[in-house]
C-alpha cells in the first residue's frame, strides 16, 4: 500500500539576507543526498510560531470561506429564526445600550459581514456601535498588510459604527493578575488609554519598536467606546478561539464599576466559543472543506500524526476543522526522539502500520547555542535516513516546515558571539515520489496547505485536490493540468 510521509523540520527556512549561515548540507548529510533525487520548491509563510502556521497546514486558507459561510449560513434570509439573534436583538432594542463588537482584522472584507448584521437590527440611528479590534498578526512583517485592512474597515464601516479599542490578541496574559485586571479597567471601563485617531502612525510606531501586533498594548481612537451597564457585546469571530482573557478583565472588573453584583452585559458570539463562560452562540462550527478530517473522510483514509505531547492537543483541534473530537480517522504518537532514533522504529511506523498518511512533526529547538543547534540537526538528519530509506521507491516523502524562525544566539558555550539567524518568509520544500519522474514533472510553489492536500492526492490519485505537482510544460501549468 502506497502511503505519504511528511516530515516537518519545523523552524526551518530558506536563510534571508544577512542571516548567519549553517550549512545544511555539512550537518545534514542524507537531507544533501535526497536533494539530488528530489523535486525542490518553496512557500511563503507568514508565522514564526506554530498556532498560525499549523492553521493554515490542517485548514488552508480559510478567510474566503468562512466569509461565504457566514453569508450562506449565519446572516442571511434566515437570521430573523435563529434564537440568539433574537436574544441579542431584543436586549439591542429594548435598553438604552451600546452595541460592542469584537473582531479579529484578518481581512478586509470582515467589514461587509459586520454591516451586514447591523443593518439586520434595524437600530435607532442614534444608537452606538463599536468594532474593537483584537490583532492576531504574529511578526511585526505584517503591519503593512494590517494597515491597509484596518484602514479599509475604517473607511468602510457604515457612518454609525466606529472603531473603538485596538489591542493585541496576546497582550493579556493566560493568568490574569489583578494588577492586569486593574490596568484593563482603565482602557475598556474609561478610556483612560492612548489615543490614536490616525491608527497606521500608532502601527508604524509599534513596528519600530519591534511590538509583534498581537503583542500590542491596547489603545482607543476615540474617547466615547467604554463599556457601560445593559451593553450588549458580541464577538465576531470566525473560529472557536479562547477568549477568557477578554471576558475576564470586563466581568471581574463590571461590578466594581456599576456598584453592583446584578450588572447586565449580554454576551454572544458568532461561532461557538471554547470558553468557561455561558456564551450564547449563533453557531456551533464552520465546516472546513480542506481540513484534514473531511479529507481523510471524502478518501476513507487514516492519518498518524507523531508530535510533541504539548502540541496535541491544539494539532487535533485544527486537523479536525476546529473541533474538539475523537476522530477514528486521526491518530496521534507522542514524540519522543530517543525512541524515534532507530531504524526498526522507523520501519515499523511506515511499513508495518494501517496508516495512509504520516505526519512527522518536529520542531527546532531555538534557546541554545549555533552549536548545539547543529548537533541538534545532525540528530534529525539520521532519523530521515531512516526514513528515507523505507519510503524510497514505496511512498511519496516531503521534508519541509511549517514555519520558520528568527532568532539571535550565541555560537556556543565557549563563544559567545551573538549571530542571528533569519528563516522569516520562506521554507523549503523537498519532495520525492519513485513514481514522479522529474523528466516529467515538476514541483510548483505554492501554500501550506497545498503540501497536505498533494500528499493526500499522491495517495489517492484525487484530481480535484490542489497539488503542487504538475507536469512539464506552460500550457499544463498555467491550466493547473497534473
Known amino acids: 500500500m502506497k502511503k505519504s510521509f511528511i516530515f516537518l523540520l519545523n523552524g526551518l527556512g530558506i536563510e534571508k539576507a544577512g542571516s548567519y549561515s549553517i550549512s545544511l548540507d555539512q550537518c545534514m548529510p542524507n537531507l544533501a543526498k535526497t536533494k539530488e533525487t528530489s523535486f525542490y520548491t518553496s512557500a511563503i509563510i507568514n508565522s514564526l510560531e506554530y498556532r498560525s502556521a499549523y492553521r493554515q497546514f490542517f485548514l488552508g486558507d480559510t478567510y474566503k470561506l468562512e466569509l461565504k459561510y457566514i453569508k450562506d449560513n449565519?446572516?442571511?434570509?434566515?437570521?430573523?429564526?435563529?434564537?440568539?439573534?433574537?436574544?441579542?436583538k431584543n436586549n439591542l432594542l429594548n435598553n438604552n445600550s451600546k452595541f460592542h463588537i469584537f473582531v479579529e482584522p484578518t481581512n478586509d472584507k470582515i467589514v461587509e459581514s459586520i454591516n451586514h448584521l447591523v443593518n439586520t437590527l434595524n437600530l435607532d440611528s442614534q444608537k452606538k456601535v463599536y468594532l474593537h479590534l483584537i490583532l492576531p498578526q504574529q511578526t511585526v512583517n505584517e503591519y503593512k498588510k494590517l494597515i491597509t485592512i484596518v484602514n479599509y474597515i475604517k473607511y468602510h464601516i457604515d457612518s454609525h459604527i466606529n472603531v473603538g479599542f485596538i489591542i493585541g490578541k496576546e497582550y493579556l496574559p493566560v493568568n490574569l493578575s489583578k494588577v492586569e485586571i486593574d490596568n484593563m479597567k482603565k482602557l475598556f471601563f474609561f478610556c483612560s488609554a492612548e489615543r490614536w485617531i490616525e491608527t497606521d502612525k500608532k502601527f508604524m510606531i509599534l513596528q519600530q519598536e519591534n511590538i509583534r501586533p498581537c503583542e500590542s498594548p491596547g489603545f482607543c481612537t476615540t474617547t466615547d467606546c467604554i463599556i457601560e451597564n445593559?451593553?450588549?457585546?458580541?464577538?465576531?469571530n470566525t473560529n472557536r478561539n479562547n477568549y477568557d482573557n477578554f471576558l475576564q478583565v470586563i466581568y471581574e472588573n463590571a461590578n466594581d464599576i456599576f456598584k453592583t453584583d446584578n450588572y447586565n452585559l449580554p454576551t454572544y458570539s458568532l461561532i461557538k466559543l471554547d470558553t468557561k463562560y455561558q456564551i450564547d452562540s449563533f453557531a456551533e462550527n464552520i465546516i472546513y472543506e480542506k481540513s484534514l478530517s473531511n479529507l481523510l473522510a471524502q478518501s476513507n483514509k487514516k492519518a498518524l500524526i507523531i508530535a510533541p505531547v504539548q502540541n496535541i492537543r491544539l494539532v487535533n483541534f485544527l486537523a479536525n476543522?476546529?473541533?474538539?473530537?475523537?476522530?477514528?480517522?486521526?491518530?496521534?504518537?507522542?514524540?519522543?526522539?530517543?525512541?524515534?532514533?532507530?531504524?526498526?522504529?522507523?520501519?515499523?511506523i511506515i511499513n508495518r502500520c494501517n496508516y495512509d498518511l504520516i505526519i512527522f512533526d518536529y520542531h527546532m529547538k531555538t534557546d541554545t547555542t549555533i552549536n548545539d543547534l547543529k548537533n541538534e540537526l545532525e540528530l534529525v538528519d539520521k532519523i530521515l535516513g531512516?526514513?528515507?530509506?523505507?519510503?524510497?521507491?514505496?511512498?511519496?516523502?516531503?521534508?519541509?516546515?511549517?514555519?520558520?524562525?528568527k532568532k539571535t544566539l550565541p555560537l556556543a558555550e565557549y563563544n559567545t558571539e551573538m549571530v542571528t539567524l533569519d528563516y522569516e518568509m520562506e521554507i523549503p520544500i523537498f519532495f520525492y515520489d519513485y513514481s514522479y519522474l522529474r523528466s516529467k514533472y515538476t514541483l510548483l510553489p505554492g501554500e501550506t496547505n497545498n503540501i497536505l492536500t498533494t500528499a493526500i492526492s499522491c495517495i489517492t490519485n484525487n484530481q480535484n485536490l490542489e497539488s503542487l505537482i504538475r507536469t512539464k510544460g506552460l500550457i499544463n501549468n498555467l491550466f493547473g493540468k497534473k
Open 74 to 88: 449565519i446572516i442571511n434570509e434566515n437570521i430573523s429564526k435563529n434564537s440568539v439573534y433574537q436574544s441579542m
Open 230 to 236: 445593559n451593553d450588549v457585546i458580541m464577538f465576531y
Open 321 to 348: 476543522g476546529q473541533n474538539y473530537i475523537n476522530n477514528p480517522n486521526i491518530s496521534f504518537m507522542k514524540l519522543d526522539i530517543n525512541t524515534f532514533n532507530n531504524s526498526n522504529t522507523i520501519e515499523n
Open 386 to 405: 531512516y526514513v528515507t530509506t523505507s519510503c524510497v521507491n514505496k511512498h511519496s516523502l516531503f521534508i519541509t516546515s511549517l514555519y520558520g524562525m
